[in-house]
Every structure is written in structure tokens, then in C-alpha cells.
């Protein structure tokens, strides 16, 4: 029999089979006589708000929704009716493992079940999106997976060990694509009232070319990592946003997101998550997931699917390969700084970066009024601040609040002054 396998997130739809994948955005914009689903629905998000939707793999459930397309009643149909088209090529009873946010409830996979019954498709199992994410890592040990979602964001534990185990996550509401899409056109906007003297959201149409142009920059970023300086034209009216700006709002738009402690867990990020803060002072707290091919992967899980009795969801899998080593991998935390013949241990106390004009080294254990940068041990891990208005670069790249460095780190300023952070196993 058949065998398709679906990723669902509020971002898009993914199905694979053993011959390709394809890729569905969670996007539906309602006409009197059917929907319209995938970006070209986007083209009506501004123009036509009522009637566009997504958030509704991401509240799954049956929250009522008001239009004139009498088959549609709620976020359920939308969903039925994606998942019937995005299906329909496929033969009745056709086998099929969900992969699922981590987020849902008992409920929501309840009605994951029964659509997939009206879809005629059978299913064989529910598996938990972050255990299959993080499978491919090298060490056994605790890890944060960080992803992003159209809505929010995302922070889930996972431990691998004997078995890749979910154990909790952290929902961060607001933090998705489409927020930070609006995050950004707003301040653009911003700058045409400030430069030009015009409120591009002043009517609909405006409006939805200001929302297209920055969705289209961000979603090559999210895609690629990709950014360079743009130019957003409106009715004959441009307006250019420097790279390092962009950024910056980047960087802060995430600041919560990022900001905290990963508490002795080591972050992998996926794809579009990863790209959007790679040009940011985040870009060292967290990898790149290499993912292996899903398709290929479940087909492997397959036996230990066939064991369970019923389906459930599986928020525990065996591993499937030898890892490097038996012991959970240390992260890389450096021991001291040094800056040209000096070198300082930091020994759990905090160390401050001064102004050098009256002394030979740049190193403080207090903080003076010529201090500019503290660096802070917390947590098995290390955070440097920036306590003044400078220009401060760790591994060439400009940040402009605070930042977990790692082993290897450079960090330099205007001056030249050039700091690395190394691990010293034993002094003697």
C-alpha cells in the first residue's frame, strides 16, 4: 500500500512521498463560491482581511468563522479542505504518518484524525515534529530546537539518549513569519512619513504593496540568508533601508526570543529560523539543522510504528544510529579572554572592558565609568553586554545589546583592540 507522509505547521503543509515532496503555505482567502489556498491567497490579505486566513492549522479546532461561502463554518473546513486538495492524487486509504506541532492538544490531534478519515486517508501514526527534527545531531545530550511558525515561535527540550525524548516547550505567541512581516512594514512605514511625508498605509492598496514587497524580502532571507540593501517604491515614492538597519530590527524583533538562557542546552535552529537571524548578533546561539530526507527517515521508523497499539502520539522514538560518544557533549564555555600578552580566567566573576588610554591591558574585575562592555558568567554560560554607545563586533559582526559567546569568539571594537575567548583545560 501507499505511504505519504505530512508535515503540518501553521507556516505550510508538506507532504512527501517515496517519489518527491511538495510544499503547501497555510494560506486561504475566501470566495463566495470556494477558496483560494497557498500565496495567492496572500495577494488579499490587506485588500480583503475578513476573508483571509492562517491561523487555522495553528488553532485547529472549530472556531467560527463570518463569510459567504456557505460550506465554510470554521477553521475545521479550512483544514478539510486543504488536506482533501493537497491529497486528492493519492489513492482511498492511502497510509499516511502526521507530523505535528509540538503545541497541540489531545483535542486538536482527535480532529487531525477525523479529517484525515474524511480525506480517506489511513493513518498510522502522529509524530511529535521536534523528535524528528533533531534526529540527525552527532551527540547524545540536551538540546533546544528552535522553529519558527507563521504565528509564533518556537523553543522545545529534547534529550537523546537511549531514544529521542520531547520533554517540554516554550511557546513564544507573536513571534511568527507574518508578525514580523508587519513588524518590518511598519517601520518602514515609519520612514515614508518621516523622509516623504506619506503614510503608505493610508488606503488598502498601499498598503498591500508595502506588505508584499517586505513579505517577498523576508521570505528570501527565511529561504536563503540572504539580505542587501532594498529599496521599497510605492506610488512613484521610494525609500532605501540600509542592511545594517534591517537587521537591527530583525535583532530586535527577536530579542525575546533569544535573549534568555538556554540553561546547559545546546540550540539547533531550523531552516527558516536559522536564515532569519543569520545576519544578527544571534547567529552564534544556535546551529543549522541538518535534516535528513523525512520520507526516508519514517520508512526507517516504520517497524516501531507498527509495534504501538493504536494511534497516538509519538513524543518518543529509539535513536537510530551509533552516536560519536556515550556522554552528553559539553558545550564549548571559555575558561579565559586574552588581548595581546594578556590573558584573564574568569573563575565564575565577572569581567569589564575599559578604555585603555591610562593602562597597559583593557581588563577590570569592577565596573568604572570607563567601562564599555561586561562579560558575565551564568548559567554554564557566558554574556556579554554592551554598557555604552559604541561600536562593539564579536566575530566581525556589529551587535548592539548583549550576546552568549562561545569558545573561539574574537571580539574588537573602533580601536582595534582585538579580544579572544579560548578554553585552557589546566594551569599548572
Known sequence: MTLIVIEINDFKLTVHDKEDSSEHCAYAYIEKEGVIFGEKALSNIKLSPDDFHSHYWQ?????????????????????????????????????????????????????????????????????????????????K????????????????????????????????????????????SNWCNQNFIKHLRFDSLHSAHTEQALFDQVYKILSLLSNTGTLVDQNILINEKSIKIEKIDFIDKISEFYSDLFGGTLQN???????????????????????????????????????????????????????????????????????????????????????????????????????????????????NHLKLTVLKDVSIKVNKSLISQSIILNCGDTISNLDQLNLKLIIVDEEF
Open 59 to 139: 488553532r485547529l479546532g472549530y472556531e467560527k468563522i463570518n463569510n459567504n461561502n456557505q460550506q465554510i463554518r470554521h477553521f475545521a473546513d479550512l483544514a478539510y479542505l486543504q488536506l482533501s486538495d493537497i491529497t486528492k492524487k493519492y489513492e482511498d486509504n492511502v497510509q499516511v504518518v502526521f507530523i505535528v506541532p509540538c503545541y497541540y492538544k489531545e483535542q486538536q490531534l482527535a480532529l487531525l484524525l477525523g479529517l484525515a478519515t474524511s480525506c480517506k486517508l489511513h493513518t498510522l501514526a502522529l509524530i511529535n515534529h521536534d523528535i524528528i527534527n533533531i534526529e540527525k545531531v552527532d551527540y
Open 141 to 184: 545530550g540536551d538540546y533546544c530546537v528552535g522553529q519558527l511558525g507563521l504565528h509564533s515561535s518556537n523553543l522545545s527540550h529534547i534529550t537523546i539518549d537511549q531514544s529521542i525524548e520531547f520533554k517540554n516547550t516554550k511557546t513564544f505567541p507573536e513571534l511568527g513569519f507574518l508578525e514580523l512581516v508587519s513588524f518590518i
Open 265 to 379: 542546552k545546546s540550540l539547533h535552529c531550523t531552516a527558516k529560523l536559522y536564515n532569519l537571524i543569520s545576519n544578527t548578533q544571534y547567529k552564534h546561539q544556535g546551529k543549522l539543522i541538518s535534516k535528513v530526507p523525512t520520507f526516508d527517515l519514517i520508512l526507517k521508523y516504520l517497524p516501531f510504528i507498527n509495534e504501538q497499539s493504536g494511534i497516538c502520539l509519538l513524543d518518543k522514538v529509539p535513536t537510530l544510529k551509533e552516536y560519536k560518544n556515550s556522554k552528553v557533549k559539553k558545550l564549548d564555555i571559555p575558561t579565559h579572554i586574552i588581548c595581546n600578552q594578556f590573558c584573564v580566567a574568569f573563575k565564575g566573576e565577572n569581567i569589564y572592558l575599559n578604555e585603555t588610554k591610562n593602562s597597559n591591558h583593557p581588563f577590570s574585575r569592577k565596573q568604572s565609568n570607563s567601562s564599555y562592555i561586561a562579560i558575565t558568567p551564568s548559567n
